[in-house]
């Protein structure tokens, strides 16, 4: 996996905040759809950025302020990404009015923040 450094790291994760800001309460956005609204780091080839940037989105919401609200991100299949939180995750989305199905996924065309 290509890493950035920890500068590119640093103007990235606040970019990815700054985006993850503006899905409104009771919508959610996908790690990738979050990527795509970023430019690729300086220094980071295009294709590389649209095979890790995801990820990448990630490890900044795994390291974001209290205000920022990450519950709001979700992964492409429409479910929460397995990790410790996960059921925070799910408790925050609800009382925000977001629904799961019976498959624990969320209806991203009823819930999908358009950008």
Known sequence: ??????????????????????IPSGKVATYGQIAHHLTPPPGVALDAYLKFGARWVGTALAKCPDDVPWQRVINAKGKISLRENGALQRLLLESEGVCFDQNQKIDIKRFGWEG
């Open 1 to 22: 996996m290509l890493y950035l450094s920890p500068a590119q790291m640093s103007s990235f994760q606040i970019q990815v905040w700054n985006v993850v800001c503006q």
